[in-house]
């Protein structure tokens, strides 16, 4: 049986655990819940706590929502529902005036973006059974507490433009990063924008990406244990300056890395 308060709180572009302890003697199985168009499957933890992790994207609307939970006690089929309370956190937006050349791509550039989004989209869209990753994630840099620019919204010349959807973590060429939970390659590629990119499937749906590297030291496909080197900092793809850029995703939601962290 479940026993307790069935309320959650998170911010817009966080992670958030669902943890819902069970009663002794509950004989739980095959728990569900529905968020977002997404289906997370919970699992019984050694405190007798069903578990998931769910993302709240920048872009959702703060409010309440009601979040269906289903599963299976002594083989009946039980509905319950969750109360989530998505609270609003002010991303900064930077409206800019350029020249149209550095607005618009080439047809080669546009033609190696759509082929680049295709390759992302479908390395996304994996719904892996891995499970490899555990509590809590840690950041891919050595000594590097915060990132900066999650959510940034820029308006070039009246246009918005796709939301920054990770954090960039200021570095020099060269720095040794790290898979900030175990998992799989899932993609491993020099990609316009992005430069030279790793995508990690840590299972669930959750994945981490990694971005301008000045080299992959990784193969598609491949599985990485939390804190393995999996490649160096530079200045790939259309950057200013050295960094990592650093994002996480569950599901489909775009979720600031750092609260992967701090859960
Ligand atoms: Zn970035």
Do not use: C
Not at 145 to 160: I, Q
Not at 200 to 221: A, K, N, W
Request: without cysteine; aromatic residues 10%.
């Amino acid at each position: 049986m479940i026993s307790t308060l069935l309320q959650f709180f998170a911010f817009q572009g966080t992670a958030l655990i669902i943890e819902i302890p069970l009663m002794e003697n509950s004989e739980i199985n095959e728990a569900y819940i529905l968020w977002d168009d997404n289906q997370y499957e919970l699992a019984l933890n050694e405190d007798n706590a069903l578990v998931t992790m769910i993302g709240i994207d920048l872009d959702t609307s703060a409010g309440s929502y009601i979040v269906p939970l289903s599963y299976i006690e002594n083989e009946n089929q039980l509905e319950l529902e969750l109360s989530l309370e998505v609270g609003s956190w002010t991303f900064p937006t930077t409206e800019l005036t350029v020249e149209p050349q550095y607005v618009s791509l080439s047809p080669e550039n546009l033609e190696r973006a759509n082929r680049d989004s295709q390759l992302i989209s479908e390395a996304y869209s994996i719904r892996s059974d891995i499970n490899a990753w555990q509590n809590p994630f840690m950041v891919p840099l050595q000594g590097v507490r915060e990132g900066s620019n999650f959510g940034h919204r820029r308006v070039f010349n009246g246009e918005p433009r796709a939301p920054h959807s990770g954090a960039d973590l200021a570095s020099p060429t060269g720095t040794e990063i790290y898979a900030s939970n175990s998992g799989q390659i899932v993609l491993a590629e020099d990609l316009f924008f992005s430069g030279q990119a790793v995508f990690i499937d840590h299972g669930s749906g959750i994945f981490t990406t990694y971005l301008h590297m000045s080299e992959i030291l990784v193969e598609q496909g491949q599985m990485v244990e939390k804190g393995e080197l999996i490649g160096l900092v530079g200045a790939t793809g259309r950057v200013t300056g050295p960094h990592l850029h650093w994002g996480a995703r569950i599901g489909s939601a775009r979720v600031d890395p750092f609260s992967l962290v701090s859960n």
